[in-house]
Structure formats: C-alpha cells, structure tokens
C-alpha cells in the first residue's frame, strides 16, 4: 500500500476556490488509478474525481462538472483537485485514495485500498 496524506483544506466563502493536494510516498503511484471522494455531514461518501494512471482519462461527479479539476504529476508522486465556484454543498472531508493496479479510475471506493486521512472543506454562504 501507499500512504496519502492530503492538503489545501480549509473555510472559504461560496464562489471561492481552493486547491487540494495529496502527497503520496511509500511507493511510486504514477502506475496507479487514483481520486478524491468526499463525505459531506450526514451523508454517505461520494465519488467526486478520478484519473487514471497517466492521467488522460478522467470521472467527474456531476454535482462538480465545470467547476472542479483533477490532475496529477507523477514526478511529485502528488494528486490534485482545483475546486472553483465552491457552493455550500461542497462542505465535506475530502479524502484521496489510490486503486492497487493499472487501473481506469473506479468511481467506486471498494475498488481503492489506500486512502489518505482527509482534509475539511467548509464553504460559508
């Protein structure tokens, strides 16, 4: 397994943006599929982005289509998510995790073993 700890978070006002990033080590995961889920209070974890290993194919939830971007920079072992025109519903613990192969970028948690600790995001309207 790989260990990922996340970064960036933090309050913000609606319409603001942030920047989270995932510091991976352990191992090289520029062969791996990873994403960022997030769990908002009092809901289940959601899928919000994914990628895949060389970073060409991307998921986006709908809920953050044109707002969010994921990308990754396999010489910093480190995943990122730009998150613009924050809304208040955007309010969760935002975790990354990584797939254990070659993967496409599962939308799915169960298919991730590794995942990092999480970092709040709250968004104040």
């Known amino acids: 397994q790989v260990q990922l700890v996340e970064s960036g978070g933090g309050l913000v006002q609606a319409g603001g943006s942030l920047r989270l990033s995932c510091a991976a080590s352990?191992?090289?995961?520029?062969?791996?599929?990873m994403g960022w889920f997030r769990q908002g209070p009092g809901k289940e974890r959601e899928c919000v982005a994914t990628v895949n290993w060389i970073g060409a194919s991307k998921y986006y939830a709908d809920s953050v289509k044109g707002r969010f971007t994921i990308s990754r920079d396999n010489a910093k072992n480190t995943l990122y998510l730009q998150m613009n025109s924050l809304k208040p519903e955007d309010t969760a613990v935002y975790h990354c995790?990584?797939?254990?192969?070659?993967?496409?970028?599962?939308?799915?948690?169960?298919?991730?073993?590794?995942w990092g600790q999480g970092t709040q995001v709250t968004v104040s309207s």
């Open positions: 352990g191992r090289t995961v520029s062969t791996l599929a």
């Open positions: 995790a990584a797939e254990p192969y070659h993967g496409s970028g599962s939308k799915y948690s169960r298919d991730y073993n590794s």
